[in-house]
């Protein structure tokens, strides 16, 4: 039995080495900004059965707001909907700590990678829209 978990621990984590070799080539940056929230793109895993954005929404600390919906827009101008969030809840109010950030993983429908893509959302604050483009890593 102890081997077989050990053995399961060795092949969990070479898998997981292998994803971060095929992320650490490519990073997202924001370029541009429309409204009072900031949103910075830290990874996106691109699977069969969804788009996994994970980021970190930023703002004043201390201070609440509330995301209604979010939207993945492609430069071919197609726009999917967010199928489901982690970090905050849909529809309700959250509040930034000290630090400003709380890290959140919004799922889309599946995509193809592009070269670059906006993400909408909405609240009863009006609309935010972040634009982020796909910059290949160099060594």
Excluded: C
């Excluded at 039995?1 to 994803?19: D, K, Q, Y």
């Excluded at 489901?84 to 109010?93: L, S």
């Excluded at 959302?121 to 910059?135: C, D, F, H, Q, R």
């Amino acid at each position: 039995m102890r081997r077989l978990v050990f053995l399961l621990s060795i092949f969990f984590s070479s898998l997981i080495t292998i994803n971060a070799v095929n992320v650490q080539g490519i990073s997202y940056q924001t370029v541009e900004t429309l409204g009072s929230i900031g949103l910075r793109v830290t990874n996106v895993e691109y699977r069969k059965d969804l788009t996994r954005v994970y980021a970190e929404i930023i703002g004043i600390p201390h201070t609440a707001a509330r995301i209604d919906s979010m939207t993945l827009i492609l430069p071919s101008g197609k726009s999917l909907s967010w199928t489901d969030i982690d970090g905050i809840d849909a529809n309700r109010y959250f509040q930034w700590e000290d630090n400003g950030r709380i890290s959140i993983e919004i799922d889309f429908p599946p995509v193809k990678q592009p070269s670059s893509f906006k993400i909408k959302a909405s609240g009863p604050k009006g609309e935010y829209l972040w634009k982020i483009k796909t910059v290949k890593k160099t060594k």
